[in-house]
């Protein structure tokens, strides 16, 4: 076996590794031996020299993603590796019925640390893949993770993109490596969730061009929105808003302070009921709206960028989250629905609800919590890494 460099962690650092948490932060790292660099192959031993796992480095507060835990200990990630990793992935979405679903063909294929591919994200729209690196080593990896993919999907897949200038250092996002096309071409498609239609810009919208996470809570939405007048802030490509149209709403309002998303929006509520008279976009900011404006509505969704990525800006953020909720309250109508959301990290579920509830009592309303939401099963949460549950949701029914 070739020499790999081989970094050793301090005394009592090795314990969350040896309990499977895929990441190795800067400070626990004793020594490096050897030569390393961003996206090199390392090996993590503990202090008394046990061999704990492999992984690819990155100078960076998360020093090392671990690829494979002991007893596993891969010569070089090679196109097996890659290809069996993603199998894996796949053969989960199969298992749950998403690869060969009728009604819905966009979903999560890797979701990070939840799929053992710690820093990869990988969606699938209607046989185009969208892959985004969060690491310098996966970015290194990017046509033997493209090669592994059509393998998998064969004559199924039409292109593979690849976007991570928003997501890999800023030295490495000016690179012309970080954006283009690893397969294929086809930079935009319609595709369907749960008989929804919606046209996906993979290569020029947010993110890989969708918000797939929210796919099991518009379906729920949909439950509650016949006959009522709906109000869905932060709407981007307006899934919220189609659902809603979908299931009967009077009338619905699709807020955002993009005029690009609103176009998006209105583009998709077309493609799904044609020409419609309930429904009308705003462009504004959704705090200063929702408080200036007199109008009761029977259903509001909050769903907000991460208000913080950053434990030293948590607490604003819940501050943000509790102004937002408290002026969103005050204007549902007695007996209406507030679908309310968080995907910042730091925040958790039982602080979000904390902060919801404050907000409630600030706007002097009485709530019922009807669900607690989380991410759907293609964005599966590793047992051993609890911070890949990422977004929070409560259904409030409000007196």
Same mark, same amino acid.
């Given at each position: 076996?070739?020499?790999?460099?081989?970094? &050793?962690?301090?005394?009592?650092?090795?314990?969350?590794?040896?309990?499977?948490?895929?990441?190795?932060?800067?400070?626990?790292?004793?020594?490096?031996?050897?030569?390393?660099?961003?996206?090199?192959?390392?090996?993590?031993?503990?202090?008394?020299?046990?061999? !704990?796992?492999?992984?690819?480095?990155?100078?960076?507060?998360?020093?090392?993603?671990?690829?494979?835990?002991?007893?596993?200990?891969?010569?070089?990630?090679?196109?097996?590796?890659?290809?069996?990793?993603?199998?894996?992935?796949?053969?989960?979405?199969?298992?749950?019925?998403?690869?060969?679903?009728?009604?819905?063909? &966009?979903?999560?294929?890797?979701?990070?640390?939840?799929?053992?591919?710690?820093?990869?994200?990988?969606?699938?729209?209607?046989?185009?893949? &969208?892959?985004?690196?969060?690491?310098?080593?996966?970015?290194?990896?990017?046509?033997?993770?493209?090669?592994?993919?059509?393998?998998?999907?064969?004559?199924?897949?039409?292109?593979?993109?690849?976007?991570?200038?928003?997501?890999?250092?800023?030295?490495?996002?000016?690179?012309?490596?970080?954006?283009?096309?690893?397969?294929?071409?086809?930079?935009?498609?319609?595709?369907?969730?749960?008989?929804?239609?919606?046209?996906?810009?993979?290569?020029?919208?947010?993110?890989? #061009?969708?918000?797939?996470?929210?796919?099991?809570?518009?379906?729920?939405?949909?439950?509650?929105?016949?006959?009522?007048?709906?109000?869905?802030?932060?709407?981007?490509?307006?899934?919220?808003?189609?659902?809603?149209?979908?299931?009967?709403?009077?009338?619905?309002?699709?807020?955002?302070?993009?005029?690009?998303?609103?176009? !998006?929006?209105?583009?998709?509520?077309?493609?799904?009921?044609?020409?419609?008279?309930?429904?009308?976009?705003?462009?504004?900011?959704?705090?200063?709206?929702?408080?200036?404006?007199?109008?009761?509505?029977?259903?509001?969704?909050?769903?907000?960028?991460?208000?913080?990525?950053?434990?030293?800006?948590?607490?604003?953020?819940?501050? #943000?989250?509790?102004?937002?909720?408290?002026?969103?309250?005050?204007?549902?109508?007695?007996?209406?629905?507030?679908?309310?959301?968080?995907?910042?990290?730091?925040?958790?579920?039982?602080?979000?609800?904390?902060? &919801?509830?404050?907000?409630?009592?600030?706007?002097?309303?009485?709530?019922?919590?009807?669900?607690?939401?989380?991410?759907?099963?293609?964005?599966?949460?590793?047992?051993?890494?609890?911070?890949?549950?990422?977004?929070?949701?409560?259904?409030?029914?409000?007196?």
């Amino acid at each position: 076996m070739s020499e790999k460099t081989k970094i &050793v962690l301090r005394s009592g650092k090795d314990d969350a590794l040896k309990r499977f948490h895929p990441w190795v932060f800067s400070g626990a790292i004793k020594k490096i031996y050897g030569p390393v660099h961003d996206g090199s192959l390392v090996e993590v031993f503990s202090n008394k020299d046990e061999y !704990l796992g492999s992984g690819l480095y990155q100078d960076a507060s998360i020093a090392v993603r671990i690829m494979a835990f002991a007893p596993d200990r891969p010569e070089l990630l090679n196109n097996d590796f890659w290809y069996k990793k993603l199998l894996n992935a796949w053969q989960l979405r199969e298992s749950t019925g998403l690869t060969e679903n009728k009604n819905t063909n &966009v979903y999560r294929l890797v979701h990070g640390e939840g799929d053992h591919l710690p820093g990869l994200i990988i969606d699938h729209y209607n046989g185009n893949l &969208v892959i985004q690196a969060h690491a310098i080593g996966i970015h290194n990896y990017r046509n033997e993770i493209a090669e592994g993919l059509r393998k998998i999907y064969g004559k199924n897949l039409k292109s593979i993109y690849y976007k991570s200038k928003d997501t890999l250092p800023g030295n490495f996002a000016q690179s012309n490596e970080v954006e283009g096309f690893l397969f294929g071409d086809a930079s935009s498609d319609i595709v369907l969730e749960y008989g929804h239609r919606f046209e996906v810009d993979f290569v020029h919208g947010q993110k890989t #061009g969708f918000f797939i996470d929210q796919r099991e809570n518009r379906k729920l939405l949909a439950e509650y929105t016949k006959n009522r007048t709906v109000l869905n802030t932060f709407c981007y490509s307006g899934g919220f808003s189609v659902y809603a149209l979908g299931a009967g709403a009077s009338f619905v309002e699709s807020l955002d302070s993009s005029g690009k998303a609103l176009e !998006l929006a209105e583009k998709n509520v077309q493609l799904n009921f044609h020409q419609t008279n309930n429904h009308t976009v705003i462009q504004a900011d959704a705090v200063q709206f929702i408080r200036e404006n007199k109008k009761a509505y029977d259903v509001i969704i909050l769903d907000p960028p991460a208000f913080a990525k950053h434990t030293n800006v948590r607490h604003n953020a819940v501050q #943000g989250y509790k102004r937002l909720n408290a002026e969103a309250i005050r204007q549902i109508s007695p007996g209406g629905v507030l679908f309310t959301f968080s995907c910042s990290q730091v925040v958790n579920m039982n602080l979000f609800k904390s902060t &919801v509830i404050a907000a409630a009592i600030q706007a002097g309303r009485q709530a019922r919590v009807l669900h607690q939401m989380t991410q759907p099963h293609d964005h599966p949460v590793n047992a051993f890494h609890p911070e890949g549950e990422y977004l929070k949701g409560l259904v409030l029914y409000i007196d």
